[in-house]
């Protein structure tokens, strides 16, 4: 269904982004939205204000514009907005590598109801309408696999450049009371593989959630190829989550921020490759809602002698011996060469990339990216109508850039 049947050109005024050294005031500029006919929005005119006042006050603030009540500037869900300031940095592409929603690829977009494009599957994922995560379109399909294996169902994306960096988000939901998976000491599920070639033999990193002796999930975990053999640290991890190591190659972020069950759960997950095989600077991040799980840096990755020409990830079934056949679903994956990347979030103050507190945050899909603008798309996600959000750029270093103050309005037409 298309959202935006009836969008109106309209002008407004929203606080500047404050950049590196600029203050606020300045230009924002907000274009209405016409659709194509697979849903997808699409640019049809456009209108801009001055910027007035900070306009990134809380609930009941005087951030002006679009006539909202109690701050925050106006927006629909599938609008595009072009934010204005300095120090964002520059992507050559303003989009993320792959992206299952506002994709500038309609074949990629799930909203289409095919599964295609860019995206590959292993075994037999589909895509469904059924107990949608969002009612928006963004999320009017997600992707279901079987939890069982084999065949390892999972998404699949196949990208032919050894990235040094990889930023991922998805949401995942476990439609089942326990994880029931194989009793014994060690077992684990895994939900995202990243190899270095095609083959799937050589060097990868894998998120895992582990299982004690009675097959319930007992932590949150990272390994791939030589992780124990140096010496890395864990610079930071949120004090719910209690980061700590195991022995040999198990980077164990945390035994007591486990995955929950039957409950649509975002994960972001960063790495820095080593500057060569075998080096020991390797940095990874892990985010669970929004809350940094750890952040580890020094670490060795993969083996001197490998192929590392590639980058093929895998979401989903990846590998774990699960007792019965239930489903798991992914929504609004998101995949990306950097770590530039534009979020909302249910706070104005984000301490980002080091978030002590689980935190509501929706991935924007951006379409052009320059170091004084960027436009993207506006995915309300799972933000009622009617609630405030603030905006948030990430430079491609990892600084938090805190922006404006946006309201969700009901979808025109």
């Not at 930023?167 to 009371?177: E, P, V």
Request: aromatic residues 10%; proline residues 4%.
């Amino acid at each position: 269904m298309c959202p935006m049947e009836k969008a109106e050109s309209r002008t407004g005024h929203l606080a500047r982004f404050p950049g590196v050294v600029l203050g606020v005031g300045g230009l924002i500029a907000l274009m209405a939205l016409g659709c194509s006919e697979d849903g997808q929005a699409q640019p049809a005119s456009s209108s801009s204000g001055q910027g007035g006042a900070a306009g990134a006050a809380g609930a009941g603030g005087t951030g002006a514009g679009g006539g909202a009540s109690g701050g925050g500037m106006t927006v629909h869900n599938g609008e595009v907005v072009t934010i204005t300031g300095a120090g964002f940095g520059s992507k050559a592409e303003g989009g993320p590598l792959a992206t299952s929603f506002d994709s500038a690829a309609p074949g990629d977009n799930w909203s289409t109801g095919t599964l295609g494009g860019t995206w590959e599957t292993r075994g037999e994922p589909t895509l469904t309408a059924a107990a949608l995560r969002t009612d928006h379109y963004q999320s009017s399909f997600k992707l279901r696999y079987d939890a069982f294996y084999p065949p390892y169902d999972a998404l699949c994306l196949n990208h032919m450049v050894a990235e040094d960096k990889l930023y991922l988000s998805f949401w995942m939901y476990r439609d089942h009371d326990t994880l029931d998976m194989t009793t014994g000491s060690g077992n684990n599920s895994k939900f995202l593989r990243i190899y270095q070639d095609a083959t799937g033999e050589g060097g990868n990193l894998v998120l895992t959630v582990m299982c004690d002796d009675n097959g319930d999930a007992a932590n949150l975990s990272i390994t791939g190829d030589a992780l124990g053999t140096h010496p890395y640290s864990i610079d930071y991890s949120s004090p719910s989550c209690d980061a700590g190591f195991y022995s040999g190659d198990w980077f164990h972020p945390s035994a007591s921020c486990v995955p929950e069950m039957q409950v649509w759960e975002h994960y972001e997950f960063y790495v820095d490759y080593a500057s060569e095989l075998g080096g020991n600077d390797t940095q990874v991040i892990v985010w669970k809602d929004g809350m940094t799980v750890a952040r580890a840096s020094g670490m060795t990755l993969n083996e001197v002698g490998q192929v590392n020409d590639e980058r093929l990830i895998r979401v989903g079934q990846v590998s774990g011996g699960h007792n019965s056949h239930y489903d798991e679903y992914l929504d609004q994956v998101y995949i990306d060469t950097t770590l530039a990347h534009v979020f909302i979030s249910e706070r104005a103050d984000v301490p980002w990339p080091d978030v002590a507190d689980t935190t509501h945050t929706e991935v924007q899909v951006g379409s052009a990216w320059q170091d004084d603008a960027i436009t993207f798309t506006v995915n309300q996600g799972a933000f009622p109508t009617g609630e405030l959000g603030y905006v948030h750029v990430v430079t491609a270093d990892g600084a938090v850039i805190a922006g404006p103050t946006v309201r969700f309005a009901e979808p025109n037409g």
